[in-house]
């Protein structure tokens, strides 16, 4: 999704963001229902900025570095019923499992990734 947002020119990406809001809206998926609710706060602009930031970082490297230096100890947050294949050799040793969630377990379970992330934040995790 980034990737291709940010091959768009910025006057076409506003038509583009409001049918992907409708796709999402419309979804019987309840992970894109969730982040529908969340692209309706979000302003086309600052979305589109973002998506080509994110493309220039990972493209060059520089966010990869930046979570290798940042980040000393990594741990690997995600919801039981996602799709992911998530390797047991990746992503460092701590992988924590939000239950009855997918891909999107901040929208799902909210309550209990608050929990995890601020204990990860206050350093209580590891």
């Known amino acids: 999704m980034t990737r291709k947002t940010s091959n768009y020119k910025i006057n076409e990406f506003k ?15 309840h992970s894109l229902n969730l982040w529908s609710e969340s692209l ?3 302003n086309y602009e600052a979305f589109y900025q973002i998506s080509k930031d994110a493309v220039k970082y990972s493209v060059n490297r520089k966010l990869l570095e ?5 980040f000393k100890k990594k741990m690997f947050l995600f919801g039981s019923n996602t799709n992911l294949i998530i390797p047991h050799y990746s992503f460092g040793p701590c992988k924590l499992k939000i239950n009855n969630c997918g891909h999107f377990a901040f929208f799902e379970n909210s309550y209990k990734f608050s929990i995890i992330f601020s204990n990860l934040i206050y350093g209580r995790l590891f």
């Open 15 to 29: 038509i583009k963001f409001k049918k992907l809001k409708n796709l999402c809206e419309n979804s019987d998926s």
């Open 40 to 42: 309706n706060k979000t």
């Open 66 to 70: 930046f979570f290798r230096i940042f």
